[in-house]
């Protein structure tokens, strides 16, 4: 469970306790729109679970999280917005940890075409795939 926010200055965790911009909860994530949104459908999904970035997955456990939120995103983007082609249409970013402003592992999806600042910045500061920036260990 996320912690409890008089104890963190994570902005995340206090979004979980306070239910704040809540678009779908399970047990193990949190889905919200992203407050600058770089797409006509731009929401995060953060594990419930404080985890800074990608570079803090270390377990199988964490991973098995990630892969919950990949699934989670595509469900949502299935069910809510019919209009659009998860193949063609949709995209899921990590932030490469050196560029997280909110250091709570959170994963951008972005359905439809990117505004210009979108294509700007997802170009340079995020990647698809979460395990590129875990600890090379776990691999």
């Known amino acids: 469970m996320a912690l409890n926010p008089s104890k963190s200055s994570c902005l995340f965790c206090k979004f979980v306790h306070t239910k704040e911009n809540l678009l779908y909860e399970d047990e193990q994530v949190y889905v919200f729109n992203d407050f600058r949104p770089k797409a006509p ?12 970035d990608s570079s803090h997955i270390i377990s199988e456990g964490d991973l098995v999280l990630v892969e919950h ?3 989670v995103a595509k469900e949502y983007v299935k069910s809510n917005f019919k209009q659009y082609k998860i193949k063609d249409d949709m995209q899921l970013h990590f932030h490469k940890p050196l ?5 709570h592992l959170h994963l951008h999806v ?9 294509k700007l910045f997802f170009c340079k500061c995020m990647s698809n795939d979460p395990k590129m920036f875990t ?5």
Request: proline share 6%; charged share 20%; aromatic share 12%.
């Open 41 to 52: 459908v731009h929401f995060l999904v953060i594990p419930k679970r404080h985890l800074r």
């Open 99 to 103: 560029f997280t402003m909110v250091k």
């Open 110 to 118: 972005l359905v439809g075409p990117l505004t210009l600042g979108g």
């Open 69 to 71: 939120m990949i699934k």
């Open 135 to 139: 600890r090379k260990h776990f691999y």
